[in-house]
């Protein structure tokens, strides 16, 4: 059987076996670790949904910097609205539905600013350009609860209409204001003065499961094994098929040749 894996044709099967496995396993860890970042987003979620809220200066000391454990983390924040200056992020899916989110800037009582996603609107019935509606957003002094979201950056390379934006761009965002400005994460809100407005769809906590990336993983193994098993069969068959074929009778034939040479002699 070794003897047949010398030939070209079997080499040729075994190179493209090794390939073949090579390529099954990396598929498996692939999918491992998207099980695993599932299992990281979940375990933060429940870490970080219903924990006590945090001052924002004690939670982001760096307004440039952003941990990801801080994902959905409660924060607190104190100051107002800058409402002239709200923007809508155009092309948002709620429950299959698109819409837009209402993302405004927050001056904080330390000076500084803070964007903020007030929730979702659906745009208006006539036109995919325009929300339907534009909550009103609170004036003066006011308590925010918000959750922390990373900083989107650009998502597209355009400029969308007036008053309108494609992402929680923050660095972009920034360059219009002298004081500092968070740039590495902007906050969800979850209330304001305890309230929970009721003219725009604020975030609910996400469903997140693991997904079929454990059974993905086991089922890339299993196609690897597959193949080896598959490649020694055909090995061992073909080298059972060779050792059926029957052999040349070596004592008829030691007999022919010594009929042969007493007629030659004669």
């Known amino acids: 059987m070794l003897q047949l894996l010398r030939t070209p044709r079997w080499i ?8 073949y496995v090579v390529v099954c396993c990396a598929l498996g860890v692939w999918q491992w670790d998207r099980r695993e970042q599932a299992q990281t987003a979940i375990s933060r979620l429940d870490a970080n949904w219903s924990a006590p809220a945090t001052p924002l200066q004690e939670a982001l000391p760096d307004p440039a910097e952003f941990d990801q454990d801080q ?11 800058l409402v002239d200056e709200a923007l809508m992020i155009r ?6 539905q698109v819409g837009f989110q209402q993302l405004v800037p ?11 996603d007030r929730g979702w609107v659906p745009v208006s019935a006539e036109t995919n350009e325009v929300p339907a509606a ?3 957003i609170p004036e003066g002094d006011v308590s925010v609860l918000v959750r922390l979201r990373e900083d989107e950056g650009e998502l597209r390379d355009q400029d969308a209409p007036e008053g309108q934006v494609y992402s929680a761009d923050l660095d972009r965002l920034s360059g219009q204001y002298d004081t500092t400005v968070y740039t590495g994460a902007y906050g969800l809100l979850e209330s304001e003065d305890g309230a929970v407005p009721t003219d725009i769809t604020v975030q609910e906590r996400p469903l997140l499961d693991e997904g079929p990336h454990l059974s993905y993983a086991l089922q890339w193994g299993v196609f690897a ?3 080896v098993g598959g490649f020694i069969y055909a090995l061992r068959q073909e080298s059972l098929n060779d050792s059926d074929e029957p052999r040349p009778n070596r004592k008829k034939r030691r007999d022919e ?3 042969d040479a007493l007629l030659d002699a004669g």
């Open 91 to 96: 092309g948002r899916m709620v429950a299959g």
């Open 12 to 19: 040729g099967w075994l190179a493209f076996l090794t390939i």
């Open 106 to 116: 927050f001056l904080t009582d330390s000076g500084s600013v803070f964007y903020v």
């Open 71 to 81: 994902q959905w983390q409660r924060v607190e924040l104190e100051g107002r609205y």
């Open 257 to 259: 040749e010594e009929e």
């Open 134 to 136: 534009y909550p009103e």
């Open 225 to 227: 094994l597959i193949g």
